[in-house]
């Protein structure tokens, strides 16, 4: 089984920036794509970004256009998820999720999760 890492969350005011990782054990890694989901304090989990295995595609949902940006560093075997001008309500659990598929809810290995708290 896949084991995923996130790290990079914290607390920032609103309009600030974080950047979060998300770190595979092994090499596998670099022929998944990947997905970052959040958990909310509502405990629903929502998609926020994924990117292809050649990081040619990705898609995000409509909070996080023009704000986040998903990349992945196949060195590092590690995927990204730059976060801009943060929200309150941006705040949840990051998870980040692989191999992503949109067709099989919950599919693949999961990370713990990193903490994004965002307030003034």
């Known amino acids: 089984q896949l084991q995923l890492e996130e790290s990079g969350g914290g607390a920032v005011q609103p309009g600030g920036s974080l950047i979060l990782a998300c770190t595979a054990s092994d090499s596998r890694f670099r022929d998944y794509a990947t997905g970052w989901f959040r958990r909310t304090s509502e405990n629903e989990r929502e998609f926020v970004a994924a990117?292809?295995?050649?990081?040619?595609?990705?898609s995000y949902n409509y909070f996080a256009k023009d704000r986040f940006t998903i990349s992945r560093h196949e060195d590092k075997n590690t995927v990204y998820l730059h976060m801009n001008n943060l929200k309150p309500e941006d705040t949840a659990v990051y998870i980040c999720?692989?191999?992503?598929?949109?067709?099989?809810?919950?599919?693949?290995?999961w990370g713990q999760g990193t903490q994004v708290t965002v307030s003034a």
């Open positions: 999720n692989a191999p992503y598929t949109d067709s099989i809810p919950g599919y693949g290995a």
């Open positions: 990117i292809g295995w050649t990081a040619d595609s990705t």
